[in-house]
């Protein structure tokens, strides 16, 4: 965290300090991955420590527990008791299902929680919940890439990033799955210092710290695919999704003749520039089918496609289904 971004949350802690308290808030859904990512970074701060250094409670949307998109079942304590004075920070936990639902309680709650002063943060689509809940305003934030369109979508005026996390104040949001331990590394790193914080990494096999600002897809196209040519033509084939760029611009933009264009994409992706850009346009739309409520013709038109009868045709030759059909099966 930047000297500006960093709030009284986020204060370096003396040996004396009180534990850091953590409100976790799962959703129907959330990622079992993420939640972990969160949870054990701090149980292992205490454990390498030999203190207390963090304490953390369960919540949830209904008493009992709160079923995970793998079907294992957490048990949480109801969201509505969740009292403010008892906690420092509360971390919506989210995955499947919080893209196009809404849980208006926990809304409620970060509503509430961020009024008495708490810090907010939200793991993977938890940034959907607290767009809906107003607090993302204003603010800069990001969410798991494979949900980045449907939140654009659905807020154009929230400042989305590709970071694997993001600090705006008082408010957090990481890009869930392994983002939430790099995020859960660097709190633990402002309040106890960069080697705790690289022990703990050391403990969970996770390399080097990565820092907020890394692109969430590093290597956009798997380890095999090298060449800086071909990497730059995707870049810019996913930034030019609504508005297709043509090949022979492309291969212009990128200081290549399209010939030499064509060659090291069949070489490396397998096809045409043309040909991997429309499976780009055809992946989002469905994604956009699968998390928005956008009706078949926005879709198409948010994903470079001039006509409806295209989009139908593309998309049953690529997935074997209609759009409308792919959509009531998801």
């Known amino acids: 965290?930047?000297?500006?971004?960093?709030?009284?949350?986020?204060?370096?802690?003396?040996?004396?300090?009180?534990?850091?308290?953590?409100?976790?808030i799962s959703v129907p859904g959330f990622a079992l991955m993420s939640f972990a990512s969160v949870i054990e970074p701090a149980r292992a701060?205490?454990?390498?420590?030999?203190?207390?250094?963090?304490?953390?409670k369960l919540f949830g949307t209904t008493p009992g527990g709160v079923e995970s998109n793998s079907g294992i079942e957490v048990a949480s304590n109801p969201v509505a008791e969740l009292d403010p004075a008892d906690f420092d920070m509360a971390i919506v936990c989210a995955a499947t299902h919080a893209e196009t639902k809404r849980f208006m309680a926990v809304e409620a709650a970060m509503r509430r929680l961020h009024r008495a002063g708490l810090a907010i943060a939200a793991v993977s689509t938890g940034s959907f919940v607290l767009a809906r809940a107003g607090l993302l305003a204003g603010k800069r934030c990001t969410v798991h890439w494979d949900y980045a369109d449907s939140f654009r979508e659905a807020f154009p005026d929230v400042d989305l990033l590709n970071d694997l996390f993001v600090v705006d104040g008082r408010i957090l949001t990481c890009a869930g799955a392994t983002a939430a331990l790099d995020m859960m590394l660097e709190l633990i790193q402002c309040h106890h210092g960069r080697e705790l914080a690289r022990q703990i990494a050391d403990q969970f096999l996770h390399g080097g710290i990565r820092g907020a600002t890394e692109g969430q897809r590093q290597v956009l196209l798997g380890a095999a695919v090298r060449n800086t040519v071909v990497q730059k033509a995707v870049q810019r084939m996913e930034a030019t999704v609504e508005e297709p760029v043509s090949p022979a611009k492309l291969a212009d933009e990128l200081g290549v003749s399209q010939r030499q264009l064509e060659r090291l994409s069949k070489r490396y992706l397998g096809c045409t520039p043309a040909k991997f850009h429309a499976q780009l346009r055809l992946q989002r739309a469905r994604r956009m089918l699968r998390q928005t409520e956008l009706s078949v013709a926005e879709i198409a038109i948010a994903c470079g496609?001039?006509?409806l009868s295209h989009f139908a045709k593309a998309y049953r030759r690529q997935f074997s289904v209609s759009p409308r059909q792919d959509r009531q099966a998801a």
Do not use: C, H, Q
């Not at 701060?45 to 953390?56: D, Q, T, V």
């Open 1 to 24: 965290m930047s000297e500006r971004e960093i709030a009284d949350f986020a204060a370096a802690r003396t040996i004396g300090s009180a534990p850091f308290r953590l409100a976790i």
């Open 45 to 56: 701060a205490n454990r390498m420590s030999g203190r207390k250094l963090y304490e953390w």
């Open 305 to 307: 496609f001039v006509s």
